[in-house]
């Protein structure tokens, strides 16, 4: 199924719209009195309904983008560590009417869903973790059938900016009531 999708999508002119960079910038830093940050991804099993290849800016790149935008580190000692748990885009096909009705109207084709799953650790410098914090956030959005690869695009780039919109809150909220003896 993924392989007729990918056929049809090489088929396709080449897409009009032009993705905005993920940017996190115009927020205020979170200021941790530690020596440094550090983000690392836990690797997960590919799954055949992955689509994070076909996102200009995947959740985990963008947790990363998050993390570099958002937390600073101005202590002497100590790491934040940032583990990126879970971050997947999955697509899966939606049951559409096959007879002569379905000919003649368009329905939701495909239902995107995203996961990001993210640990923020407070580690002192003998390596004993002081404090976590843990947000998870999910989207789902369905798909058209029919959709042009630019409003492919750009629905994909609406979705992950949503799901790290909620990442962000969760995150900033498990931050001020978790680690909040780091924050300056």
Not at 19 to 27: G, I, N, Q, R, V
Not at 44 to 58: E, N, Q
Not at 147 to 170: G, P
Request: hydrophobic letters at 40%; a negative charge.
């Amino acid at each position: 199924m993924l392989a007729v999708g990918a056929i049809v999508a090489a088929c396709q002119p080449p897409s009009s719209y032009e993705s905005e960079p993920l940017s996190f910038a115009a927020l205020p830093p979170l200021v941790f009195d530690l020596g440094g940050i550090e983000v690392v991804e836990r690797g997960s099993t590919p799954h055949p309904s992955d689509v994070d290849h076909l996102i200009a800016t995947p959740p985990a790149v963008a947790a990363r983008i998050w993390a570099e935008d958002r937390l600073r580190a101005s202590g002497h000692s100590g790491l934040l560590r940032v583990t990126i748990e879970e971050a997947s885009a999955r697509i899966t096909p939606l049951a559409t009417n096959e007879n002569l009705e379905g000919v003649f109207t368009e329905e939701q084709a495909e239902r995107i869903d995203l996961r990001l799953r993210v640990t923020i650790d407070a580690i002192d410098e003998s390596g004993q973790v002081n404090g976590s914090a843990t947000a998870d956030a999910r989207r789902s959005r369905t798909l058209l059938e029919g959709i042009t690869l630019a409003e492919r695009e750009r629905l994909y780039d609406e979705v992950v900016a949503a799901l790290l919109h909620d990442y962000n809150a969760s995150q900033e909220k498990a931050i001020r009531q978790y680690l909040r003896l780091y924050l300056r």
